[in-house]
């Protein structure tokens, strides 16, 4: 049973954009918060984003003012802009509602 639907990685070039979005099936139940990770290889999972139900949103030092969450309460998804991409910001991304993980999608930023 699938519950988070992540789509939208890929390979891009430096200073590239995607867009990653995570659609919340009816197995989800609460979307009070929603939030995107990422984890490098060899490195811990971290938080990159969150918003709440409301809209208030957090970002990682490393991706203020590069990245943009947000939100469709009414299609329940939530998604990633990503611009100004970087080598560091390879990584495979994870969002993360109501204590559940979706499957994640790559993220290469590469020439």
């Known amino acids: 049973q699938v519950q988070l639907v992540e789509s939208g990685g890929g390979l891009v070039p430096p200073g590239g954009s995607l867009r990653l979005s995570c659609a919340a099936s009816?197995?989800?139940?609460?979307?009070?918060?929603m939030s995107w990770y990422r984890q490098a290889p060899g490195k811990q999972r971290e938080l990159v984003a969150s918003?709440?139900?409301?809209?208030?949103?957090n970002y990682a030092n490393s991706v203020q003012g590069r990245f943009t969450i947000s939100s469709d309460n009414a299609k329940n998804t939530v998604y990633l802009q990503m611009n100004s991409l970087k080598p560091e910001d390879t990584a495979v991304y994870y969002c993360?509602?109501?204590?559940?993980w979706g499957q994640g999608t790559q993220v290469t930023v590469s020439s």
């Open positions: 993360y509602v109501d204590n559940r």
């Open positions: 009816r197995g989800i139940f609460s979307i009070n918060l």
């Open positions: 918003i709440t139900y409301s809209g208030r949103t």
